[in-house]
Every structure is written in C-alpha cells, then in structure tokens.
C-alpha cells in the first residue's frame, strides 16, 4: 500500500499570505504515457474539508483544479513530492486538506494538514 | 449537479452487519464508478471499495474479507455491507463518485454525499 505522508500537520497563516502544503508518496505516483515520454500523469488529488462537512475536491492530476475551485488554488509536483499553494489565503480556507493518491488500489489519503489562522 | 445521499441504521450492535445505500440523483449510476469512503471521529479517510454497475467491484485488502458493495440500477442506487462490525468499523460513512481521465491508473473522487455516522456498540 502506498503511504501518504503530509507536513506540516498544523499550519498557522494569516488571511492575504501564501499558504504551502506538502505531501510525499512512498513510492512514485506517476506514470509516463505509452505514447510519449514526455508526457506523464500525476495520479494525486487534493481534498479540503471543513468541520462537519465532506470532503470536497481541490486539484486532480496534482495539478488541474475541479470545477468552480478558484485560481489562488494550485498544485504542483510529480513523482513522490507534491504541493498545494493557495496564494491569497481568505477566511473560508481555513480547513483540513487532505491529499490521496490514486495510482494504486487501496487508494490512500494522506493524515491531513489543518490550516489555521494565526 | 450529481447529488448522494447516504442512508441506514446509525447504531448498529458488535458482531453484526452494517448496511448503507446512497441514493443518487443528477447522474446515473451506470454512467460512473461508485465509491465508499470512510472517517473515524477526529481521523483520517479510509477507501472501503469501489462499484461499477457491471458488477466490477474491488475492496480494501483490509476489509475485503467482510465488504460487500452492491448496485439496483432501477432505483439509481448503491448499497455497502459490512460485516462482523466491532467498535474499529465507527466512522463517518460517504458515498462518493469516482471519476477517471484518460492516461489515470485510477480514479480521484469529485462529488461526495453528505456522510452518515454509525456507531457500533452495544
């Protein structure tokens, strides 16, 4: 099973600064497609959940944001290192992120980072 | 917009079966694979298995020996069946639509219901 492993598990931030998340695999969640070696896909997702509510869907292919997720959200990174920016943190950001692979089966999610306002 | 919402018992006893289904609304489920995900009070997310409505299932090595994901095309629905529950299986429950891209190995998960706790005690 591959593990997912986020840092920090709290990050304290003030609303308008740069937010970073990290979150490393333990072996390689990407492949390189058949029909050219330049081309790769990222099999990593990222989740924000607020208390008391589901999860919901921020980024898939480490890097293309869902539906209606607004650009300060980005993702980036390949491989078994991956990021979450969000570049203008606003009050309603503050909430648990959650990174899940799905190269894999069992698909795993990382603990969590909880973002907070400091 | 796909809408799931997640049904059944909220306590269920020690050594027996835990039986969910989601209703799904704005989408069909034979337009999509199907998923149950889980979350322990105050822990992380845990894939139980995913459905296709062809019956291509594949469970959590985890759980698989007591998991049971089922699919009624004629009520748009879906059904997870867990048994010989102990207090390790109390967790929030969601049913959620996986998705896939061409060039994915797997599947993300965009559209999630809105979870049912169950509790398993006696």
């Known amino acids: 099973e591959i593990v997912m492993t986020q840092s920090p598990a709290t990050l304290s931030v003030s609303p308008g600064e740069r937010a970073t998340l990290s979150c490393r695999a333990s072996?390689?969640?990407?492949?390189?497609l058949a029909w050219s070696s330049q081309s790769v896909y990222n099999n990593l997702a990222w989740y924000q959940q607020k208390p008391g509510q589901a999860p919901s869907l921020l980024i898939y292919d480490a890097s293309t944001r869902a539906t209606g997720i607004p650009p300060r959200f980005s993702g980036s990174g390949s491989g078994t290192e991956f990021t979450l920016t969000i570049s203008s943190l606003q009050s309603e950001d503050f909430a648990v992120y959650y990174c899940?692979?799905?190269?894999?089966?069992?698909?795993?999610f990382g603990q969590g980072t909880k973002l907070e306002i400091k | 917009q796909v809408q799931l919402h997640e049904s059944g018992p909220g306590l269920v006893r020690p050594s027996e079966t835990l039986s969910l289904t989601c209703t799904v609304s704005g989408d069909s489920i034979t337009d999509s694979y199907w998923s149950w995900i889980r979350q322990p009070p105050g822990k992380g997310l845990e894939c139980i298995g995913y459905i296709y409505y062809s019956g291509t299932t594949n469970y959590n090595p985890s759980l698989k020996s007591r998991v049971t994901l089922s699919t009624d095309t004629s009520k748009n629905q879906f059904s997870l069946r867990l048994t010989s529950v102990t207090a390790a299986d109390t967790a929030v429950y969601y049913c959620?639509?996986?998705?896939?891209?061409?060039?994915?190995?797997?599947?993300?998960?965009?559209?999630w219901g809105r979870g049912t706790l169950v509790t398993v005690s006696s």
């Open positions: 899940q692979q799905y190269y894999d089966w069992p698909y795993t």
């Open positions: 959620v639509r996986a998705l896939s891209a061409y060039g994915a190995r797997g599947r993300w998960f965009d559209s």
């Open positions: 072996q390689s969640v990407t492949n390189i």
